[in-house]
């Protein structure tokens, strides 16, 4: 599967990864930030943005979909930072192809099988028939009613935008995803592990990274190192983005 992606700077190579229902939008200035000592990529995962939709979609689909990109675009290695699904990714891809990362940047994710959390979400975004709607306002009133979070209804309306034909649409494939929902919330099972400079970064306020998951962590990544940022929650690099640079920038000139 090719797909949609932006590229700023030289050097040393860097993809970033999005998260569930998220774009390589997300990452545009951190990515930029970055691009001062790397060659950064920031990738549309599949169903996601501007890249194909397909109804498979899964972590090894995902996994595969970054060996491709790798290959098409002749980077024999790089550095890699996945938040969230992306950062589950970027986990998979260790597992099946460790030779292809330098160092590993993990935001707000674990190793682990994660219950149900975005059901709310799923059925409000569900719930609207876009093929009625005309007004990005009135979208935002029929989300409040389930999602009451300005930050969350926030991130999910960058997702909205017209079609061809000037429509509203979905650039994420929400059919396919809710389809396969439980496969993003999956854990994997292997006896690989990626013994490589990894580093995990947690947002206090989440519970993503839970202090009893350090033992998953470190069972598949040996080396990893955790830092966190207080005062934020699962969304990290957009609530205080400079110190996650900080972080990520010293990491890998380590």
Known sequence: ???????????????ILHGLLGSLDNWQ????????????????????????????????????????FMDEHFISSAHILGHSMGGKTAMYFAMKYPDK????????????????????????????????????????????????????????MKGLTRNEDLELAWKFNLKAIWANYLEIL????????FDKETLFIK??????ILDEYKTDILKYFPKAKFVTINGVGHWLHAEKPEEFFNITNAFLAS
């Open 29 to 68: 200035t951190i990515g930029k930030q970055l691009s001062e000592n790397y060659s950064v990529f920031i990738i549309d995962q599949r169903n996601h943005g501007k890249s194909p939709h397909s109804a498979d979609f899964n972590y090894d689909l995902l996994a595969e979909d970054l060996n491709e």
């Open 101 to 156: 990362i330098d160092k590993l940047i993990i935001a707000d994710i674990a190793p682990v099988q994660y219950e149900e959390g975005h059901n709310d979400i799923f059925e409000a975004l569900r719930s609207i028939d876009l093929s009625q709607e005309d007004n990005r306002n009135d979208i935002d009133e029929k989300l409040k009613l389930k999602i009451p979070n300005f930050g969350v209804r926030q991130f999910l």
């Open 1 to 15: 599967m090719t797909l949609n992606y932006k590229t700023f700077g030289q050097g040393q190579p860097l993809i």
């Open 203 to 208: 947002g206090e306020k989440s519970d993503y």
């Open 186 to 193: 999956k854990t994997f099972e292997t006896d690989a592990f």
